[in-house]
């Protein structure tokens, strides 16, 4: 399909790192079972292939200092992730129920603390739960230098933005948008989008706009940037009230506070909305943005919301994504698109393509 417009059909450069595939989850703990993982290394395999072959050209990301990382979580949650599988390792765990990867079975959320004042456990399987959320995020060996990588993938993108490149395509794996400040979860480990929207911040853009098209709301995302207005965040996702995941928040009524008071937007869709009541919603989020007057995007792109997608009820087309892409391009802003979910792999490379394709300089 021709896409090119004036000034446009530039194809935007893919950073990746190697690295990213080497987080292997092994599996998810789901309603206390051991099921298979969604969230593969051959995701990075199939996406890339099909990105080359679209003819974009391939950047190795560059590593990069932790400050932009640190300004967005917690150091406790970023000292975790980097140390937790190694102690674990150096438990009994293996031996006692042959588990080697990192899954949390107790959590201290406000209600089981009930008021009184919580310490740092002494055991590696309750610290497990001070910092992950849920069952499904397991931490093995390779989860670190993965979940890091892919912040420099992130970074590496918003460098060539910052050069100017008009967009810049960042191949995060594990992807990122369900972490906050101090807790990761939802098969995220470090908020790729948070980072780069922070990076564009610090390379003075005044007003950065994240716009969220997984299937699932970005509750880390939204967390993060509540309170602020230099950040915005805007989503449309399967609605959390139909019983989806993050089912706790993603909802309308959520809409900032202080002086972050306006700088959200979600937009929660029915179960089976295709592409018709999803591009309505990506037009409100477009003409949002203009408003808010952004002179820089982030876009986190999970292409999850595809018809085939087994993780969310969205019947997005390839046709949707790429005229998404086109839409917000025509904000004209400088843009990092940002990897998120998207899970079946003979459709994956195809719809980040159409989305690029949409989405051209
Ligand atoms: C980044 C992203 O798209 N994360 C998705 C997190 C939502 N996962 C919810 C999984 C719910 C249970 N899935 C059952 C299938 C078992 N493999
Ligand atoms: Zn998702």
Known sequence: MLTSMAGRGRRAPVVWSPLTREHRPGAEVWVGVVTPGSELPERVDVIRTALEAAGHRLVEARPHADDTLLAVHDPGLVAHLAEVHDEWMAGDYVELVGQD????YVFPTDAMLGGLPPRAPAAVHARAGQFGYDTMTLVGAGTWPAARAAVDCALTAVDLVRSGE????????????????????????????A????????A???RVAVVDLDAHHGNGTAAIFYERADVAYGSVHVDPGAGWFPHFVGFAEEVGRGEG?????????PPGSGDGPWLESVDRLTGWVAGLGADALVVSLGVDAAADDPESPLLVTAAGYREAGNRLADLGLPS??????????????????????????
């Open 101 to 104: 990867r990192v899954v949390p």
């Open 166 to 193: 008009p967009v810049a395509y960042a191949l995060c794996r594990p992807p990122g948008h369900h972490v906050t400040r101090s807790a990761y979860g939802g098969s995220c480990y470090l908020n790729n989008a």
């Open 195 to 202: 980072v780069a929207a922070q990076a564009l911040r610090d």
């Open 204 to 206: 003075s853009h005044r």
């Open 261 to 269: 008071e306006g700088a959200t937007l979600n937009l929660p869709l």
């Open 336 to 361: 990092v698109v940002v990897q998120e979910g998207g899970y079946h792999l003979p459709s994956l490379g195809g719809l980040v393509a159409a989305y690029l394709e949409g989405h051209a300089g």
